[in-house]
Each structure stands twice: as C-alpha cells, then as structure tokens.
C-alpha cells in the first residue's frame, strides 16, 4: 500500500469492490430496493414467454434444438424414458410372436424348432431383444430361419433402435459440449468505473480470461437499456441504445490474452452526454455487455454477457492493475481483478463541462464561431447606415455594389476598432488611415468626394484583390484574402 502511495500520491485510495478484497468500501447512496434486471451478472437473460397459445407448436417441428435447450434434468428424464419405452415396447413385440406360435409351450421341446430359441416367457424375450439391441450376442438366444415375421421385426429394431440412438446421444452430445460453458472461464468485473482517462471522461470495464486457449475474433459489443418517452408520447420501456467501444477505430476487436479494460468515450454522440454524479443517482438503465468470438479448441462459436446497473457504475474510480512483470513472463494476479481506486474526476457531466468552458473562455471556440456565425452577420446589417459614413473613402464608394461581402463593412466602424485591425488592413488601406490629421471630419468631406465619382473609378484604384472580389457576384467571402478573413473572425467573435 505504502509503495501504491509513492507511485500514484496521498490522494488516492484504494477501494476493492469484490467481497474477498481488501480496503474501504466505496461511498454508496442510500440503499434501494432490489433492482430487476434484465440480463443477470451471469449472463442470463431475465425474461419469460407467456401467452403462447397455438405458437407452441413451433417448438415441436424443431424437436432438436427443442431438446438441447432443455435443462439437463429433463434431458435424462427424456432420455431414461425414451429407451425404456423403446425396449419394452420391442420386448413386447418378440414375446407377442412367440405367443402366437405357441413357442411358450413348446419351449423345452427339442424336436421343435420355435422362432427364437429359449424364449418362453417376457423376461427371456426381454433378454433377447437387449442382446441383440446392445450386440452383445451370448449365443443362447437366437432367432431362427423358421421364422419371417421374426426376421421382419429384428430389421425394424435395427433401424428403429439406430434412430433413437442417433437422436439421443447426439442430442445429448451437443448440450454437452456447448460452448456456455466456455463462458464461464470469462470473466467481467463486478463493477464499471467512470473517470479521465486521456483528457476524456470515460465510462470503463474490466474483461478477463481464465484459460491459456484463446478466443479466435474476440468481439465486444455495449448496449444501454433505458425506458424513455418519444416526442410522439409512446413509451419505451427497453430501448436499446448503442454504446461506442471502438467500432469505429477497431478497438472492439479484442486480442483477449491478458485482461483488458474496455473504454466508452462520453462525448456527444453518447447517451451518456448529460450524465453526472448527482444526476446518476436518479437515473435508472442497465449496461448489457456482450463478448462473443470463436473457441479455439472446438471451433464453436461462444457468447458470455453480463450487466451493469446505475448502482454498480462507480464515479471517480479506476481499477487496480493486475499484471506485473516476472522473471521471463508477466503474470497476471486475479485477486484485484474487481479493485479499483478512487482518482479526482469532475462531478459534472461533459455537457456541463462545455458549458462552462465556454463561459470561461474570453473567444469563441471555432466549432461554435463558426454555427454562430451567420446570426452576427445577420445582427450587423443594421448598422450599415452608421458606419458608412466612417468607413474610408474607397470603401464606402464599393458599399454601392449589392454583391459585395456585408462582413467588410463592419471591420472599421470605430476608430479603436480601426486602431485594432489596422496591420491587417491592405497597405493602401494602412496609407489611408495613417495619414497625420486625417480627424473623422475630413474623412467625412473625402468620402462626399469620391462618393460622387464613377464606380469604375474606384474599383481601378484599389488592391488587386480588392478589384477582383468587388468584381464577383453573390458569396465571395470564400474569395476574400486570409488577412481579411482573420480580421473578420476576430471582429465577430
């Protein structure tokens, strides 16, 4: 502990979360009730099928996989029942025949030849048909040549008796190696943490496999089941909502040789956007992990599932590492699979976080200039009329033409605001408001002046750029040089 002091600092804290762990437990909220689940901690789906009626019939015309699904203690009733009934039914068929010939009677006679020698009563015919079932043959039981109804029924217990054993043992064969049980050497934490991880808050889980063998294309896959409400006012009670675990980077594809924790980034395409710690404690939805891939023994495809509810989702925490490095491998100490520890995590939501970034900061991030953007345009068309009248000579005599770009008539409509952009300005711009004694008043009477002159002539006597966007019709603001367009974002953000 000591040592995990050093490395990681006094403030954090190690908390197990299994019951066999060591350490404090974590802070909880007030108890609540029992939770019902959807999918069970150990994979099973908590969900029963009612009210059936005549669609019970599909489960017969698929009597196999009918049979597999059954639990084992129905499968050996079934099985046990199935081959009883087979052979007494077939014992009674033998000792029916031998009745009709009437070789009950002639049993000990050794001058008659009877259908199937030494069978004179139902044990002995019962006998017959299990040596001949099983193909054990001890010889003193045998079906003779005089006989064709005899030699009829052994042809249909032999294909009767190859039937039922097809069906059954494979049957029973199939449940048996199942890959469920291969998931039970998958392990998944007991709980999910929430905390930073690379500058992000994320939600994280712990998976793990017990066995050397590995799990071929080892996949996993999120889904978040929460009840809510349309716009249209239906109700939802399970909708399922995905959850990002690296579809889109290929993080999902697990090489699952060690323990690995699997991360879920909450951004804004999460529907954990406008979660946080107060929130949580309110909200109600159950995480369904689902880790499926390829056994590489059999070859069968295997599924282990479990869940995480709100009261098993621990903020602020992450969990212990387990693996170490020994003398010429790294080991790996199951014990604190489940711990976790508690590291400084913000207890609002990333929404929340935005928000007062935003507030906080003096500049408009671009993403948001950018959507904002048009609504400042829209607010600055009103005071065209002031700012024409202080705008240079030249500009104001281009604010004539419909087409060019309202934004520009904006960047000099004060004389600090001109004093801020004015080493962004085009050189003969600069000239212009740098002339000594140039007061708001002659400004004024040059731009009377040139106001009255052709617009060709002002157009000639400015920049070449200049020239060129007054020349262009409709959006010219992609066509504006990079000065101005930096002048403009700065002006409007």
Same mark, same amino acid.
């Given at each position: $502990?000591?040592?995990?002091?050093?490395?990681?600092?006094?403030?954090?804290?190690? @908390?197990?979360?299994?019951?066999?762990?060591?350490?404090?437990?974590?802070?909880?909220?007030?108890?609540?009730?029992?939770?019902?689940?959807?999918?069970?901690?150990n994979g099973r789906c908590n969900v029963q099928h009612g009210n059936l009626g005549g669609e019970t019939s599909r489960y017969l015309s698929d009597l196999f996989t009918t049979l597999v699904d059954l639990k084992w203690r129905w499968n050996l009733f079934i099985f046990i029942l199935t081959y009883t009934v087979a052979w007494l039914f077939m014992a009674s068929m033998w000792w029916v025949i031998a009745y009709m010939r009437g070789d009950l009677n002639k049993a000990h006679d050794d001058s008659y030849t009877p259908c199937v020698a030494n069978v004179y009563n139902f044990p002995s015919a019962f006998l017959f048909f299990i040596e001949t079932e099983a193909t054990i043959g001890y010889g003193y039981r045998y079906i003779t040549d005089k006989c064709p109804e005899g030699i009829i029924l052994f042809l249909f217990q032999s294909i009767l008796g190859s039937i039922v054993d097809a069906f059954l043992i494979g049957c029973m064969f199939i449940k048996m190696s199942q890959p469920k049980k291969r998931a039970e050497t998958l392990m998944f934490s007991e709980h999910a943490a929430i905390s930073m991880r690379d500058g992000k808050l994320t939600l994280m889980f712990r998976v793990g496999n017990l066995r050397n063998s590995h799990m071929v294309s080892a996949q996993i896959r999120c889904k978040l089941l929460k009840s809510r409400q349309t716009p249209e006012g239906e109700f939802l009670p399970l909708d399922q909502l995905e959850l990002d675990v690296g579809f889109s980077t290929g993080a999902d594809q697990l090489f699952l040789v060690s323990p690995l924790t699997i991360c879920h980034v909450i951004d804004a395409?999460?529907?954990?956007? +406008?979660?946080?710690?107060?929130?949580?404690?309110?909200?109600?939805?159950?995480?369904?992990?689902?880790? !499926?891939?390829?056994? +590489? &023994?059999?070859? $069968?495809?295997?599924?282990?599932?479990?869940?995480?509810? !709100?009261?098993? @989702?621990?903020?602020?925490h992450r969990f212990f590492p387990v693996i170490s490095l020994e003398e010429g491998?790294?080991?790996?100490?199951?014990?604190?699979?489940?711990?976790?520890? +508690?590291?400084? &995590?913000?207890?609002?939501?990333?929404?929340?976080?935005? +928000? $007062?970034?935003? $507030?906080?900061?003096?500049?408009?991030?671009?993403?948001?200039?950018?959507?904002?953007?048009?609504?400042?345009?829209?607010?600055?068309?009103?005071?065209?009329?002031?700012?024409?009248?202080?705008?240079?000579?030249?500009?104001q005599k281009i604010t004539g033409r419909d087409d060019f770009p309202k934004k520009l008539l904006r960047m000099s409509s004060t004389t600090s605001e001109k004093a801020y952009s004015m080493g962004d300005l085009p050189m003969k711009l600069q000239r212009i408001s740098s002339v000594p004694g140039n007061s708001e008043e002659k400004l004024g009477s040059k731009t009377t002046k040139m106001m009255s002159d052709p617009m060709s002539q002002s157009v000639a006597e400015l920049p070449p750029k200049l020239q060129k966007l007054s020349g262009g019709g409709g959006r010219m603001e992609g066509n504006l040089p990079p000065k101005l367009r930096k002048m403009n974002s700065d002006r409007f953000t």
């Amino acid at each position: $502990m000591s040592a995990l002091r050093r490395k990681l600092g006094d403030e954090y804290q190690v @908390v197990s979360t299994s019951a066999s762990g060591r350490g404090l437990p974590p802070p909880r909220s007030a108890p609540r009730g029992k939770r019902q689940r959807f999918v069970d901690k150990n994979g099973r789906c908590n969900v029963q099928h009612g009210n059936l009626g005549g669609e019970t019939s599909r489960y017969l015309s698929d009597l196999f996989t009918t049979l597999v699904d059954l639990k084992w203690r129905w499968n050996l009733f079934i099985f046990i029942l199935t081959y009883t009934v087979a052979w007494l039914f077939m014992a009674s068929m033998w000792w029916v025949i031998a009745y009709m010939r009437g070789d009950l009677n002639k049993a000990h006679d050794d001058s008659y030849t009877p259908c199937v020698a030494n069978v004179y009563n139902f044990p002995s015919a019962f006998l017959f048909f299990i040596e001949t079932e099983a193909t054990i043959g001890y010889g003193y039981r045998y079906i003779t040549d005089k006989c064709p109804e005899g030699i009829i029924l052994f042809l249909f217990q032999s294909i009767l008796g190859s039937i039922v054993d097809a069906f059954l043992i494979g049957c029973m064969f199939i449940k048996m190696s199942q890959p469920k049980k291969r998931a039970e050497t998958l392990m998944f934490s007991e709980h999910a943490a929430i905390s930073m991880r690379d500058g992000k808050l994320t939600l994280m889980f712990r998976v793990g496999n017990l066995r050397n063998s590995h799990m071929v294309s080892a996949q996993i896959r999120c889904k978040l089941l929460k009840s809510r409400q349309t716009p249209e006012g239906e109700f939802l009670p399970l909708d399922q909502l995905e959850l990002d675990v690296g579809f889109s980077t290929g993080a999902d594809q697990l090489f699952l040789v060690s323990p690995l924790t699997i991360c879920h980034v909450i951004d804004a395409k999460s529907p954990f956007y +406008e979660l946080s710690q107060r929130s949580m404690r309110s909200e109600q939805f159950e995480i369904v992990v689902i880790l !499926e891939g390829i056994v +590489e &023994t059999t070859g $069968m495809t295997c599924q282990a599932r479990t869940s995480y509810t !709100e009261d098993e @989702v621990l903020w602020g925490h992450r969990f212990f590492p387990v693996i170490s490095l020994e003398e010429g491998f790294f080991k790996v100490d199951y014990s604190q699979f489940h711990a976790t520890f +508690e590291v400084p &995590t913000p207890p609002y939501s990333v929404k929340e976080q935005e +928000e $007062m970034l935003l $507030m906080s900061s003096p500049l408009i991030p671009p993403a948001v200039s950018n959507s904002k953007e048009r609504n400042n345009s829209v607010e600055c068309l009103d005071g065209l009329d002031e700012v024409g009248t202080k705008l240079p000579s030249k500009l104001q005599k281009i604010t004539g033409r419909d087409d060019f770009p309202k934004k520009l008539l904006r960047m000099s409509s004060t004389t600090s605001e001109k004093a801020y952009s004015m080493g962004d300005l085009p050189m003969k711009l600069q000239r212009i408001s740098s002339v000594p004694g140039n007061s708001e008043e002659k400004l004024g009477s040059k731009t009377t002046k040139m106001m009255s002159d052709p617009m060709s002539q002002s157009v000639a006597e400015l920049p070449p750029k200049l020239q060129k966007l007054s020349g262009g019709g409709g959006r010219m603001e992609g066509n504006l040089p990079p000065k101005l367009r930096k002048m403009n974002s700065d002006r409007f953000t």
